[in-house]
């Protein structure tokens, strides 16, 4: 599925997003926008298109951001953010698991409609499991994360801990949630090497 996910920053410095994608499955192109942080409006839906009249809206939906101010970002310019749960077993469990895929699933639809950002990358790793996001906005990212977590994961929201890191430095996170947070916040190889390939 090809998605084209846009921002422009206001005159008052805040980010809108716009977004569209064009899914060959359903042969459905949508566009979804509005500021970042907040559930977006999808203005525009079209139903039974072929793969050609999709890539064609895509690419007038691109010349229209252009025109408009809206561009992609690069990775360096936006933030990760890292969700960590410890692990009571070396080795991953069923219970872990399920909870990586709920945290996934919760985590891609409630930050996407957001204009947040999206869900690079779920691993067990010597720390635990860290599930990591690349944002725009990782300020409003932590606090939907942490709404998020407690509709999905209830029972497991408080084991989480929430890092941030600049986008051409995934390693080096600094810890935001919960505060004051007296530990150190090492980032697995794993997670690392998964980010690279991504991206």
Same mark, same amino acid.
């Given at each position: 599925?090809?998605?084209?996910?846009?921002?422009?920053? @206001? @005159?008052? &410095?805040? /980010?809108?997003?716009?977004?569209?994608?064009?899914?060959?499955?359903?042969?459905?192109?949508?566009?979804?926008?509005?500021?970042?942080?907040?559930?977006?409006?999808?203005?525009?839906?079209?139903?039974?298109?072929?793969? @050609?009249?999709? +890539?064609?809206?895509?690419?007038?939906? !691109?010349?229209?951001?252009?025109?408009?101010?809206?561009?992609?970002?690069?990775?360096?310019?936006? #933030?990760?953010?890292?969700?960590?749960?410890?692990?009571?077993?070396? +080795?991953?469990? !069923?219970?872990?698991?399920?909870?990586?895929?709920?945290?996934? %699933?919760? /985590?891609?639809?409630?930050?996407?409609?957001?204009?947040?950002?999206?869900?690079?990358?779920?691993?067990?790793?010597?720390?635990?499991?860290?599930?990591?996001?690349?944002?725009?906005?990782?300020?409003?990212?932590?606090? !939907?994360?942490?709404?998020?977590?407690?509709?999905?994961?209830? %029972?497991?929201?408080?084991?989480?801990?929430?890092?941030?890191?600049?986008? #051409? +430095?995934?390693?080096?996170?600094?810890?935001?949630?919960?505060?004051?947070?007296? &530990? %150190?916040?090492?980032?697995?190889? +794993?997670?690392?090497?998964? /980010?690279? @390939?991504?991206?």
């Amino acid at each position: 599925m090809a998605i084209l996910r846009t921002y422009r920053t @206001e @005159e008052d &410095g805040s /980010l809108s997003f716009r977004e569209a994608w064009y899914d060959e499955e359903t042969a459905q192109f949508v566009i979804n926008r509005g500021p970042v942080g907040r559930l977006s409006e999808t203005p525009v839906v079209e139903d039974d298109l072929t793969p @050609e009249a999709g +890539e064609g809206l895509l690419a007038a939906f !691109a010349e229209s951001c252009e025109t408009d101010g809206y561009r992609e970002l690069a990775v360096e310019e936006q #933030s990760w953010l890292h969700v960590r749960f410890p692990l009571k077993h070396a +080795e991953p469990q !069923a219970r872990d698991r399920s909870l990586r895929d709920a945290v996934v %699933s919760g /985590l891609t639809g409630h930050l996407a409609w957001r204009g947040l950002g999206t869900v690079e990358a779920s691993v067990f790793g010597a720390s635990g499991l860290t599930v990591t996001v690349l944002t725009p906005a990782p300020k409003l990212a932590v606090k !939907a994360v942490m709404t998020c977590l407690r509709e999905t994961v209830r %029972s497991d929201v408080n084991r989480a801990v929430i890092a941030v890191a600049a986008g #051409s +430095e995934p390693a080096d996170a600094r810890v935001k949630q919960p505060q004051p947070y007296r &530990g %150190s916040f090492p980032v697995d190889e +794993e997670t690392v090497n998964e /980010l690279q @390939e991504q991206n």
